[in-house]
């Protein structure tokens, strides 16, 4: 067998030269790319994380402007079942567990955050609260456990309670 010799011409040597630089810079250009639109996704999670958060923050203030001062004392009765006040207090949990549901079930690691870093630690206090606590445990008992969604939100909030008081939320739900 004779081996045939490649010739190569230095045109040749170029040709193949600006084919490798044309390869590396394109990768290049993917691996920014990349980068960019990981920065854009990273960009578009905060912002739906704010959004989210803003939203339900509009929502809650609406609901807590509408309850009347004397039912954010520590020992202040719980309204009448129906009683407008009732029904409004039912609305602060309802939108609490929609809290709760979009940054556990819809959202990303981002949303988890909103629950882990704000939203828990606002609930305890309402829970401290007789009256938002006799809703809550009216609505855990007679409500929440008709949605296994909300039934675990529900202990959920038990557990809150209890990590932070070392009994019972709700009494009559052990």
Known sequence: MSEEKINRTP???????VKTL???????IAGVSCFFSWQSLQ????????NTYMKL???FN???LSIPYSYYDENSPAPAKKDKVWKKISDYWYLSFDE??????IGNSKMKELWDERYKHVIVPAL????FRQVCCSLIEEKFKQNPLQKKYGEVLQSLYKEKHGENLCPNNK
């Open 57 to 59: 923050r509009e929502e």
């Open 22 to 28: 044309i390869s590396v810079i394109a990768a290049v």
């Open 62 to 64: 609406s609901i807590i």
């Open 128 to 131: 401290e609260k007789n009256a």
């Open 43 to 50: 960009s578009n999670e905060k912002v739906a994380k704010i």
């Open 11 to 17: 045109v040749d040597t170029k040709k193949d030269n």
């Open 100 to 105: 709760w549901y979009v940054t556990e079930y």
